[in-house]
């Protein structure tokens, strides 16, 4: 037997010896001819080998030719599952990342273009779709150490935090709810009572359904319960071969399907769990100790029930106005009837479902009054443990359905928890933070300041409008992970209380009315055939003149109402490398403070206050 360093074998075929006739056991002739020959192989060796000739296997025996034509393959194979806007994508971002890089935007700022760099790359990405958007949003923790903005460690804080852990919370229960199928039986039930012979009424309660469904559960998982619902129900309605029946059958399709998806996104703006961007706003640090899922709400109802009474008259004048079509309520009570009785793992789901939502509501105050702990200081408990409590709920009360499991089993949770969601919104957070580091904000707000002194109400409208625009030709999540942290770095510059800035965009990230591409309830609903872009654009311009005009000016009073916009920059928001809260009096908006946020200079142990006056913070002697 050859030794562990002894050549390898040449490929033997048909039981034949490298260097030999082929023989077979019944030829002794060719066999007693062999043997010399084969004794002679076993002391040399070297089994037959020249010396000479490259050994099979070995680096030097590459065929240049072969490889050359494996590369030509796989490159072809890679244009094969690219398409021309991912190729646009890839080579715009990739320009912009080379610019970026080799032009200096300010030597008071030595990382500041190398964070534009990455954000540049990470935006062409994210808009042309270039890769699947939770895998580009690895792109920040894998550049932002290379180039020296933040350790691994610090990047790798932003995936994975408080508000990761709310939505993976409020993810868990919205899968115990289709696992004990109760959004089918609360869906149903509503069908029944309002009855489905007449379309309006079929409209709107389709969209009232998606609306309430997206509060609680994301609104992508709300438009996959809700679609084939509405498409099962469309299917039973009674159609005749008569041209103008099938018109009409038509545009009830076409309602139906869009009050899904836009009551969706609607829903999604009225709580903090109900849409993504909302967590990228949570999860901004400037931000995260003003932002909780009750005072969002309180902001953010109000402006949603506006925005879905516009979607239901849009949606009744253009398509089911004059409509006499009668569905068939038949398929509606089978279905219900199929469920069987209200049972036992539905009742446990709802009343944990409600356990979530009060204490949301309720949160630490009830908690301290009746006493449940001995710590009396309670601010460590936000949203997340909440969230959190109500999921380990599930996989605690055991199932009556299923004897010797719980509610919810881990197996089935992690194949329906949208991983890719909670990556993205980590993608937004490192992004933001990488800003703060590199101190790309105080660049970008320098250069951005002259447009906050359009005034509050004017100012409110321009971003609706810009970002609801925005929104249209990219995901609505990428577009919050890319304005808002910019955003946040313009309200640091100029002191202006940054929700002022923040608050109109998130809300209008879910502005997404006339594209399919603009949020995934759009893309579930264009993917049943049953409507095109000409139904999206006729109904989604005029939501979004609609939205940004009626939604700017109450987004202008809840915002003052709820956060107190109107103030001067607060001290919860001056948290980072290029803000300070110092013991300064001074006047801002009319109004006499003993402190205020002074925003650093390039100058060493300067800052500059709200009204314009440099300040030497270190020994608080004005300059």
């Not at 109004?591 to 206050?609: E, I, N, Y």
């Amino acid at each position: 037997m050859p030794s562990p360093s002894s050549p390898a074998l040449p490929p033997v075929e048909d039981g034949g010896v490298p260097g030999l006739p082929s023989a077979t056991p019944h030829d002794s002739d060719s066999l007693q001819q062999a043997a010399p020959e084969v004794d002679a192989i076993i002391k040399s060796d070297d089994f037959g080998l020249d010396p000479k000739k490259p050994v099979p296997g070995k680096p030097d025996d590459v065929d240049l030719g072969s490889l050359s034509q494996q590369l030509r393959r796989l490159g072809k194979d890679w244009l094969s599952i690219t398409t021309w806007s991912q190729i646009l994508g890839m080579s715009l971002g990739f320009l912009s990342f080379i610019i970026c890089l080799s032009v200096e935007l300010d030597v008071a700022y030595p990382k500041a273009n190398n964070m534009l760099a990455i954000t540049m790359l990470v935006a062409c990405f994210w808009v042309f779709e270039v890769l699947p958007l939770p895998v580009t949003s690895l792109l920040p923790l894998v550049l932002m150490p290379f180039f020296g903005i933040m350790s691994s460690s610090a990047a790798s804080s932003s995936y994975w935090g408080w508000v990761q852990m709310l939505f993976f919370g409020a993810f868990v229960v919205d899968i115990a709810i289709e696992h004990v199928n109760l959004h089918r039986r609360i869906a149903l039930k509503i069908l029944l009572l309002v009855g489905v012979k007449r379309p309006w009424l079929v409209v709107l309660c389709f969209l009232l359904i998606s609306y309430f469904l997206a509060m609680w559960c994301s609104n992508t998982a709300s438009a996959v319960m809700m679609v084939p619902f509405a498409t099962g129900l469309l299917d039973s309605a009674l159609q005749d071969t008569q041209k103008t029946d099938a018109a009409q059958f038509r545009g009830l399709s076409v309602a139906v399907l869009l009050a899904v998806c836009y009551g969706c996104s609607c829903g999604g703006i009225a709580t903090l769990i109900g849409t993504p961007p909302n967590g990228v706003l949570a999860a901004l640090p400037m931000v995260a100790e003003a932002i909780t899922a009750s005072n969002w709400s309180a902001f953010a109802m109000p402006v949603s029930i506006l925005v879905v009474i516009c979607v239901f008259v849009v949606l009744y004048v253009l398509f089911i106005r004059g409509v006499q079509l009668e569905l068939d309520g038949e398929s509606v009570r089978a279905s219900y009837a199929a469920l069987g009785p209200f049972n036992r793992d539905e009742l446990a789901v709802a009343l944990i479902q409600l356990l979530q939502f009060g204490g949301f509501l309720i949160r630490s105050d009830v908690i301290n009054n009746v006493g449940l702990t001995g710590n009396k200081d309670l601010k460590g408990v936000n949203d997340a443990t909440i969230a959190c409590a109500a999921a380990l709920l599930c996989f605690v009360v055991p199932s009556v359905k299923r004897p010797g499991e719980a509610l919810l089993t881990w197996d089935h949770t992690q194949q329906h928890v949208p991983w890719g969601v909670l990556i993205l919104m980590g993608g937004g957070g490192a992004l933001a933070k990488g800003f703060e580091t590199s101190l790309l904000t105080k660049y970008i707000g320098q250069k951005l300041a002259a447009a906050t002194s359009m005034g509050r109400l004017n100012l409110t409208f321009f971003l609706t409008t810009l970002v609801c625009l925005v929104t249209e030709v990219t995901s609505n999540t990428a577009t919050a992970n890319v304005m808002l942290p910019i955003l946040a770095a313009v309200s640091l510059e100029v002191l202006m209380h940054p929700l002022a800035l923040l608050l109109p965009a998130t809300v209008a990230c879910s502005f997404a009315f006339m594209l399919p591409v603009a949020t995934p309830p759009n893309l579930i609903v264009f993917g049943t055939g049953r409507l095109n872009i000409k139904d999206f654009l006729k109904a989604g311009i005029i939501l979004n003149i609609l939205a940004s005009v009626l939604g700017s000016l109450l987004i202008y009073g809840m915002a003052g109402a709820v956060y107190g916009v109107d103030d001067a920059f607060p001290k919860w928001a001056c948290q980072d490398k290029t803000c300070r809260w110092v013991a300064y009096p001074g006047s801002i908006n009319g109004v006499q403070v003993a402190s205020q946020a002074c925003a650093l200079t390039k100058a060493k142990g300067l800052c500059r206050l709200v009204d314009g006056s440099i300040l030497n913070y270190t020994s608080l002697s004005a300059r």
